[in-house]
T-cell receptor, first 113, second 116 residues
Framework: AQTVTQSQPEMSVQEAETVTLSCTYD???????LFWYKQPPSRQMILVIRQEAYKQQNATENRFSVNFQKAAKSFSLKISDSQLGDAAMYFCAYLGSNYQLIWGAGTKLIIKP | GAGVSQSPRYKVTKRGQDVALRCDPI?????LYWYRQALGQGPEFLTY????????KSGLPNDRFSAERPEGSISTLTIQRTEQRDSAMYRC??????????????FGSGTQLSVL
């Protein structure tokens, strides 16, 4: 069975600095998708970034980028120029050959002004 | 509608009561998912519909939980004889196609269920 691990329950960063959130996963599949979702205090679930496993190029979305290491089964999220609005829970998620998103436990990101 | 709508937003019930949670996906979306998220944890998959067909219910915890989507649009998740351990955020999501990785998954705001 696939698993997703986020080993950092909480991270803090100074506003305008860069922070990296870690995610590792375990799977025997070769074709899958990886996601980072943001959950602000409103408890909405907002897609931040998506990575297809067959693509070697790391996905980027404005200030958000990933470091996808397929062999190491690692999928970290880098947030550049952190802003107060980035404060939230961040979840890493895996989608394989079935329809079930497998989620990590989340990392709480605190932005210090 | 403009987004995935869930109702009620909050539900407080007494142990042993039945509850029905409603999800109205974005019009035309083929796929509909139910997830449950306990406080301080990541979501966990409950069930998946492709149109009206329930194609995967492997995540439903036990036979007190059931879901339907009779006309391929609105879905209802029913929990019978609720227990305190059922307390969680129940979240619905939908997407255009049958493979959520290929397109964006839209999440509703969820129903926060509290069982006293």
């Amino acid at each position: 069975a696939q698993t997703v691990t986020q080993s950092q329950p909480e991270m803090s960063v100074q506003e305008a600095e860069t922070v990296t959130l870690s995610c590792t996963y375990d799977t025997s599949e070769s074709d899958y998708y990886l996601f980072w979702y943001k959950q602000p205090p409103s408890r909405q679930m907002i897609l931040v970034i998506r990575q297809e496993a067959y693509k070697q190029q790391n996905a980027t979305e404005n200030r958000f980028s990933v470091n996808f290491q397929k062999a190491a089964k690692s999928f970290s999220l880098k947030i550049s120029d952190s802003q107060l609005g980035d404060a939230a829970m961040y979840f890493c998620a895996y989608l394989g050959s079935n329809y079930q998103l497998i989620w990590g436990a989340g990392t709480k990101l605190i932005i210090k002004p | 509608g403009a987004g995935v709508s869930q109702s009620p937003r909050y539900k407080v019930t007494k142990r042993g009561q039945d509850v029905a949670l409603r999800c109205d996906p974005i019009s035309g979306h083929v796929s509909l998912y139910w997830y449950r998220q306990a406080l301080g944890q990541g979501p966990e998959f409950l069930t998946y519909f492709n149109y009206e067909a329930q194609q995967d219910k492997s995540g439903l915890p036990n036979d007190r939980f059931s879901a339907e989507r009779p006309e391929g649009s609105i879905s209802t998740l029913t929990i019978q004889r609720t227990e305190q351990r059922d307390s969680a955020m129940y979240r619905c999501a939908s997407s255009w196609g049958s493979r959520a990785g290929n397109e964006k998954l839209f999440f509703g705001s969820g129903t926060q269920l509290s069982v006293l």
